[in-house]
């Protein structure tokens, strides 16, 4: 694989997703377009249809799981087939899903009850609600996640490494106190790039996937290599977790 790849990005957030997608591809870069619902899933693929290096991916977000009914679960296990991502899913037990937290539990355990889910790479929030993501991961047997702009307990790395787990990073994690902190302890071998555009931040703008240049910069800096080494080593971290899935590359 000699793409990055954005493996957390809103793109149906952006004013014009066409133009973020053409920077990406132009900047080689590949992206995971990930969705919050079915719906969102569905009207992405027909108006992105099917492009090189752009890998929709099916959603079930946390903080909407209080408004999915039983045909919403049925309707993301229907289309599993059709995608090569899951994502976002998760758990958020912040203040802002704390009320939820039942809700949350039901949807997501449905969703890795599936065998098919746990076969695909995914994407996963674990906001507030570390330990339990964990837990319930590694009950589904599953074997590609990424734990998607983690902020949880550094304490609870080690327990998330030894789960066979993945972080990626973006760009605002390379600038702000937690996210330089959890730099200096991730092993780089388990480190994998996002943007989670357009709501997190580069330089005063929302991140876009043509700046993980910059984030492998700044990984560089830290792990005492030069870019081109670290965009070496972020290829062959990419090749080595989708190994695991058995997708074509």
Known sequence: MNHLLDSHCHVTGYDDPVAVLRQ??????????????????????????????????????PLRAHSFTPADIARFLRMLPETTWVGEIGLDYSPAGRTTRRAQLRVLEAVLADPRT??????????????????????????????????????????????????????????????????E???????????????ARHNRHPARPADLSDVVARLATRWALTPEQATRHIHGNQQRFLDTTGLPQ
């Open 24 to 61: 990406a591809a132009e900047a080689r870069v590949d992206v995971v377009a990930v969705t919050e619902d079915p719906g969102e899933y569905r009207l992405l693929r027909a108006r992105l249809g099917r492009r090189r290096g752009v890998h929709p991916a099916l959603g079930m977000h």
């Open 118 to 183: 746990r076969n695909l790479p995914m994407t996963v929030h674990s906001r507030g609600a570390e330990k339990d993501t964990f837990s319930r991961l590694a009950q589904a047997g599953v074997t590609a996640a990424i734990l998607h702009w983690y902020t949880g307990p550094l304490a609870l790395v080690d327990e998330a490494l030894a789960a066979g787990l993945w972080f990626s990073v973006n760009p605002a994690m390379t600038t702000s106190q937690k996210g330089r902190a959890l730099l």
């Open 185 to 199: 302890i991730l092993p780089p071998d388990r480190v994998l790039l996002e943007t989670d555009g357009p709501f």
